[in-house]
C-alpha cells in the first residue's frame, strides 16, 4: 500500500475499533432482521454476537495487513456456531445470507469513514477494503460451510439425530404412522405428557454439557417416574427437549424440581411445559415450555433456575412483544416501575397482598414480616400507582404487571438511578 492509501485504512480501522461495540449491536440486528432464520433463538444470539464480533476484528486485521488469502481462516466461535445451526436444522442458505448481508453493512461503515477522513488517498483505500474484505468474506462463508455440512452429516446419522427427525415430524404433522413413530423413539406417544427443556451455558465444553444434562434427565426421571417412559432429544450439544409419560393423576411439583436441579451444583435452567394428552398433549407442552424458555431468557441470570408454565402462563403470553410489556407494565406500575430495591420490596409485598386477597395477616405470614411492615409497604406501592383497588379491572391489570416484573425484572422495567 501507498503511505497515504495505508494511512487512511488504519484511520478507518482505528474508528471502527473505537465504535465498536454500538457497530456490532448495528450489524447483528440487520442480519437478523434480514435473515428471520436466525432470530428464532434468543439463546444463541450471544453466540451469534460473538462470531460477528471475532469475525470484524479478524477482517480488520486482514483488510490492513498483506497476509495471504490461504492465511484466513474462519474464528473458532463463527465455526461453534455454524455446527450449532446444522444441529438444529436451520438452512446454511440462511448463514451464508448472513455473511452476505453482514459484509454489506461492514462495507457501508467503513466506506463511511474512510470518505470522511477526506484527501485524495480516500478512493484507493475504500477500493482496497472492498478487495481485501471480499476475499475475508469469500474464504470465511467457505469454511464455515465446510462445517456446517461436516455436523450436519455426522448429526443426522447419530442416534440423537435420527431421534430428532422422528419428533420434528411428529410436531410438525407428517409423520402418518405413529405406531411406527413410537417403535422409533421408544416412547409412548398416545398417553400423557409433560415436555421440558433444559439447557446450558454455551461456554462449556460439549462433553461437560452432555453430563450436566444426562444427570438432569436422571433427577426428572425420578420425581416423574418410569425412565421407560421418558424421551430425550439433543436440540444442539447444549441444549435438550425431554418428554416424560405421566399417570392421569400427577401433578408437576415445581418445588420439588427446583430442589433436584439445585441438587446437581451445575449450570443448567430447566423450563416445564403443562401437561397434555395423547399427540395434541406431547406438541402443545412442548410450544408452552418453548415459551416458558424464552421468558427464563428474557429475564436473565436472576431468573430461577427451574420454572413452569403453571407459574408463569400469563406472562409467557404477554412476553411475546416485550417492547409493549414494558410499557404495560409502565403504564400499570406508574413509579413502581422503576427498577431499584426499594421498588422491588413493595412490588413484592403488593403482589403478595393482592395473591392472598388483601389480608393483611396473611401476607405478613408468606413474607415473614410483621404486619405493620406490610400495611406500611402496601400504602407505599399505592402512593407510587394510585389507588386502583376499587376498580376491578385495574386490579386485574395490575397484578399481571407485578407477575411480569416479578418474573422479568428488568426485562420490563425502567433502568433506576446508578447506585
Avoid: K
Wanted: charged share 25%; hydrophobic share 45%.
Amino acid at each position: 500500500m501507498a503511505d497515504g492509501e495505508n494511512e487512511v485504512v488504519r484511520s478507518v480501522v482505528s474508528a471502527i475499533l473505537r465504535d465498536r461495540d454500538r457497530l456490532i449491536a448495528e450489524l447483528s440486528a440487520v442480519m437478523r432482521a434480514q435473515v428471520a432464520a436466525l432470530d428464532s433463538d434468543a439463546r444463541l444470539r450471544g453466540l451469534f454476537e460473538a462470531g460477528t464480533t471475532d469475525n470484524l476484528m479478524s477482517v480488520l486485521d486482514f483488510v490492513q495487513n498483506d497476509a495471504a488469502e490461504h492465511d484466513v481462516h474462519a474464528p473458532a466461535r463463527a465455526l461453534v456456531y455454524a455446527r450449532t445451526l446444522a444441529q438444529r436444522d436451520v438452512p446454511l442458505s440462511a448463514l451464508i445470507r448472513a455473511y452476505r448481508v453482514g459484509h454489506a453493512g461492514f462495507l457501508d461503515i467503513a466506506m463511511r469513514y474512510a470518505v470522511e477522513s477526506g484527501g485524495p488517498d480516500s478512493a484507493a483505500a475504500i477500493i482496497r477494503i472492498v478487495n481485501r474484505s471480499a476475499v475475508y468474506i469469500d474464504r470465511v462463508c467457505e469454511h464455515v460451510g465446510v462445517a456446517y455440512e461436516q455436523e450436519r452429516d455426522r448429526w443426522v446419522g447419530s442416534r440423537g439425530g435420527l431421534r430428532q427427525e422422528w419428533v420434528a415430524r411428529v410436531l410438525d404433522g407428517t409423520a402418518d404412522d405413529i405406531g411406527r413413530a413410537e417403535q422409533v423413539l421408544r416412547y409412548p406417544l398416545t398417553g400423557r405428557h409433560v415436555a421440558v427443556n433444559a439447557w446450558t451455558d454455551p461456554q462449556i465444553s460439549a462433553r461437560a454439557a452432555m453430563n450436566v444434562l444426562d444427570a438432569v434427565r436422571a433427577a426428572l426421571v425420578a420425581l416423574f417416574g418410569n425412565p421407560r417412559r421418558a424421551l430425550l432429544v439433543p436440540t444442539d450439544e447444549h441444549e435438550v427437549r425431554l418428554w416424560f409419560s405421566i399417570s392421569r393423576d400427577m401433578t408437576i411439583d415445581i418445588d420439588a424440581i427446583q430442589r433436584a436441579v439445585a441438587a446437581l451444583s451445575s449450570p443448567v435452567r430447566v423450563a416445564i411445559g403443562g401437561c397434555g394428552d395423547g399427540v395434541a398433549g406431547f406438541r402443545r407442552s412442548l410450544r408452552q415450555a418453548d415459551r416458558v424458555r424464552e421468558l427464563v431468557l428474557l429475564a436473565g441470570p436472576d431468573a430461577p433456575r427451574a420454572v413452569s408454565h403453571d407459574q408463569v402462563a400469563a406472562v409467557a403470553l404477554l412476553g411475546g412483544d416485550i417492547e409493549e410489556l414494558r410499557h404495560y407494565v409502565a403504564d400499570y406500575l406508574g413509579e413502581l416501575a422503576t427498577d431499584n430495591q426499594r421498588n422491588l420490596w413493595l412490588r413484592e409485598t403488593l403482589r403478595a397482598f393482592l395473591a392472598n386477597n388483601r389480608s393483611y395477616a396473611a401476607t405478613a405470614q408468606e413474607l415473614s414480616v410483621h404486619r405493620n411492615t406490610i400495611q406500611y409497604r402496601v400504602g407505599q406501592a399505592l402512593e407510587l400507582i394510585g389507588n386502583v383497588l376499587d376498580d376491578h379491572d385495574r386490579t386485574l391489570h395490575l397484578h399481571l404487571a407485578l407477575q411480569a416484573a416479578r418474573w422479568l425484572g428488568p426485562a420490563v422495567l425502567r433502568p433506576g438511578p446508578p447506585g
